[in-house]
């Protein structure tokens, strides 16, 4: 018999870990296969909330943000490809980080619809994957479409500003819980794991909550 597990994601799409972790939670998942019943729920984190609509350059962005030299900077991007790879995540040449509201309030109605994961992974590979402008509402329609979601309500959701509220009241949540980078793994709203680990300690770590030894 299954064991029911909730498991709350709280991430940002601007952040290439939490496309790691989130593949490597899928895999740990799939190798527990039947004994677990997991129930994804993904929530907004945002990295840069003032970044411009027109987005930065990386090589800026993370200069400034962490004192971090362009050799520095395409060390950690080669290892975070390689993290991928082994956790069958793609990453793509990707040169400017961009604004991710409005794509978290694209997530929160997506919820709603039931394809919030889908769409999720979605935006993560156009952003990491392809190097797209998840700012830009042709893009976040774009992924909408391609997890089959409706499009015109998707446009709608977008145009009217639609769960700004829902989006940042998620975000203080989270943040008065002590959340403070991501991505960042509840599980059963008890057992906290953070960071973008392998699929091997995901598992390890499921095993001994469903088991009671947590």
């Given at each position: 018999?299954?064991?029911?597990?909730?498991?709350?994601f709280?991430?940002?799409i601007?952040?290439?870990?939490?496309a790691?972790?989130l593949?490597?939670?899928?895999?740990?998942?799939?190798?527990?296969?039947?004994?677990?019943?997991?129930?994804?729920?993904?929530?907004?984190?945002?990295?840069?909330?003032?970044?411009?609509?027109?987005?930065?350059?990386?090589?800026?962005?993370?200069?400034?943000?962490?004192?971090?030299?362009?050799?520095?900077?395409?060390?950690?991007?080669?290892?975070?490809?390689?993290?991928?790879?082994?956790?069958?995540?793609?990453?793509g040449?990707?040169?400017w980080?961009?604004?991710?509201?409005?794509?978290?309030?694209?997530?929160?109605?997506?919820?709603?619809?039931?394809?919030?994961?889908?769409?999720?992974?979605?935006?993560?590979?156009?952003?990491?994957?392809?190097?797209?402008?998840?700012?830009?509402?042709?893009?976040?329609?774009?992924?909408?479409?391609?997890?089959?979601?409706?499009?015109?309500?998707a446009r709608?959701?977008?145009e009217?500003g639609?769960?700004?509220?829902?989006v940042?009241a998620e975000?203080?949540?989270?943040?008065?819980?002590g959340?403070?980078s991501?991505?960042?793994?509840?599980?059963?709203?008890?057992?906290?794991?953070?960071?973008?680990?392998?699929?091997?300690?995901?598992?390890?770590?499921?095993?001994?909550?469903?088991?009671?030894?947590?």
């Open positions: 018999m299954s064991r029911t597990l909730e498991i709350d709280v991430s940002d601007a952040c290439p870990w939490c790691v972790g593949s490597s939670l899928q895999r740990a998942l799939e190798r527990l296969g039947d004994t677990v019943d997991a129930r994804i729920t993904l929530h907004p984190f945002e990295l840069n909330p003032d970044m411009s609509p027109q987005g930065e350059r990386i090589v800026d962005y993370l200069g400034r943000k962490y004192g971090r030299t362009p050799e520095q900077i395409a060390e950690t991007q080669a290892t975070i490809r390689e993290r991928g790879a082994r956790e069958g995540f793609a990453f040449e990707r040169n980080v961009y604004n991710t509201f409005d794509a978290h309030r694209l997530l929160h109605w997506a919820r709603i619809e039931g394809k919030q994961l889908p769409l999720k992974l979605a935006l993560l590979r156009a952003y990491h994957g392809e190097g797209k402008d998840t700012s830009d509402p042709d893009v976040l329609i774009d992924a909408a479409r391609s997890v089959g979601l409706d499009v015109a309500e709608t959701v977008l009217s639609a769960y700004a509220d829902e940042r975000e203080r949540e989270f943040q008065q819980l959340i403070q991501v991505p960042a793994i509840i599980f059963d709203r008890k057992y906290l794991v953070s960071g973008g680990q392998p699929s091997e300690a995901f598992e390890e770590a499921i095993r001994k909550i469903i088991g009671g030894n947590a």
